[in-house]
């Protein structure tokens, strides 16, 4: 209550360069994360199943995210999450899909204590806020504590990720006919969200792709 008020009068600085900012991000770091915005997300999908990345990840989105990951600046979290989800607008997928699960890529109960908050449940939830969409936090729940991908190879990173997820409670409370989409930070390889849409397919549920702020190949 307290900080609501403050943060009424006194702005905090741009997380990224430290300038004073008028809103999340000040102007010059929001030009340079827009620079960062694909303009042709199409070539990612193929026809079963759509991969929609807002940007690059890359030079201001790649640092943007490391802020908001590691730094803990969950503001960036929530501007990208709701770029995310205009972008998803404005490609005509809310007229496509009006009715829709979101879910974010689950973090595991122990390194979710370490970092404190879940990155794509942050995302997902200003997806939705944009979208209308709802949002599950338990459905795909992750029962194994997966070691970091980073540095590790496509077959290594598969291994990993097997049999990480399972789903939670929020599997009896869904509407099973709606499709599912699924929300991430990075995609890479894609063998996590392989992984999850696994869980979900055998129990016969819509998953029909994933959104993510950021695509490690472009
Ligand atoms: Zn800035």
Request: proline letters at 4%; glycine letters at 6%.
């Amino acid at each position: 209550m307290l900080n609501n008020i403050l943060s009424l009068f006194v702005k905090p600085n741009c997380p990224l360069c430290q300038r004073t900012a008028k809103q999340i991000i000040c102007q010059y770091c929001e030009q340079k994360l827009r620079s960062c915005q694909l303009i042709d997300y199409k070539q990612f999908s193929d026809p079963n199943f759509l991969l929609f990345p807002w940007g690059k990840y890359d030079s201001y989105l790649k640092q943007a995210i490391a802020s908001f990951k590691f730094d803990r600046k969950k503001d960036m979290g929530e501007l990208l999450g709701m770029w995310l989800g205009e972008a998803w607008l404005e490609c005509g997928w809310g007229k496509i899909y009006k009715k829709m699960t979101v879910i974010p890529i689950p973090l595991h109960p122990e390194k979710l204590k370490t970092r404190g908050f879940n990155q794509a449940e942050l995302i997902a939830s200003s997806f939705c806020d944009v979208t209308g969409y709802q949002l599950k936090t338990n459905l795909l729940i992750r029962v194994k504590n997966t070691e970091a991908m980073f540095g590790l190879n496509p077959q290594q990173r598969k291994t990993n990720i097997n049999e990480a997820f399972g789903l939670g409670k929020d599997y009896h409370k869904i509407n099973k006919s709606q499709p599912i989409l699924m929300i991430d930070d990075i995609y890479t390889t894609g063998a996590t969200v392989n992984e999850g849409k696994k869980v979900l397919t055998q129990k016969n549920l819509k998953i029909i792709g994933v959104a993510t702020v950021s695509v490690t190949k472009f």
